[in-house]
């Protein structure tokens, strides 16, 4: 079986800090995609990666997939309150995605 | 770009009747559609994989016969719990994907709060 665990699974953290969530597995993706997701509503694509090794990056987020493609991270520069949600990664595997539970990230003022 | 649509957005019903959902990708066309259940706090789970025209393939532990699945065109799926008890209660959200050879990239519906009295 497949899995992905993140952590931290909880992130508290002020307004203006910088922030690290990792994604990681014993398994080989064939991408990595990252998600944003508010109570109540779907999750909102924010990134896919392909590349062992790639690095994309998104205003104040940096997304970079491991050489082995077997694990990810997502940097926030100078975190804002707009930034709090639940974040999930998700590895995709012969056609279908695999989900971690995610990191539920909170950004106070 | 790439939106996609669910209705209804909740609906309570009682233990026993039917309930449908309809999943809409609003301004692509969705070569497959899936569709996942979330419990609170946990993540996604994958439930069925549906291309248009052809039978869905439903996950290990998926009824077939109580989550029908339906995707008779390329922007809609539809998804019928049938006979539903209090345990189907859960936020079901389905995701669609425009590239068959690449359907790891999926867009996902706002999701549909079924909750079973």
């Known amino acids: 079986t497949q899995l992905l665990e993140q952590s931290p699974q909880f992130l508290s953290i002020q307004e203006g800090e910088n922030l690290t969530v990792y994604c990681n597995s014993s398994s080989v993706f064939s991408s990595l995609q990252w998600y944003r997701q508010e109570p109540g509503e779907g999750p909102v694509l924010l990134v896919t990666v392909v590349t062992g090794g790639e690095v994309k990056k998104l205003k104040r987020l940096t997304f970079q997939f491991g050489d082995a493609r077997k694990d990810s991270s997502l940097h926030i520069t100078a975190a804002q309150t707009g930034d709090t949600g639940l974040y999930l990664c998700a590895g995709g595997s012969q056609g279908n995605l695999i989900f971690g539970k995610g990191t539920k990230l909170s950004v106070k003022p | 770009g790439a939106v996609v649509s669910q209705h209804p957005s909740w609906v309570i019903c009682k233990s026993g009747t039917s309930v449908k959902i309809e999943c809409r990708s609003l301004?692509?066309?969705?070569?497959?559609m899936f569709w996942y259940r979330q419990f609170p706090k946990q993540s996604l789970m994958l439930m069925a994989t549906?291309?248009?025209?052809?039978?869905?393939?439903?996950e290990q532990g998926v009824e077939k016969d109580k989550f029908l699945i339906n995707h008779a065109s390329l922007t809609l799926s539809t998804l019928t719990v049938t006979s539903a008890h209090p345990e189907d209660s859960s936020f079901y959200i389905c995701?669609?994907?425009?590239?068959?050879?690449?359907?790891?990239?999926?867009?996902f519906g706002p999701g549909t709060r079924l909750t079973v009295l």
């Open positions: 549906s291309n248009e025209g052809s039978k869905a393939t439903y």
């Open positions: 995701s669609a994907s425009f590239n068959r050879e690449f359907r790891d990239t999926q867009y």
């Open positions: 301004d692509f066309q969705a070569t497959t």
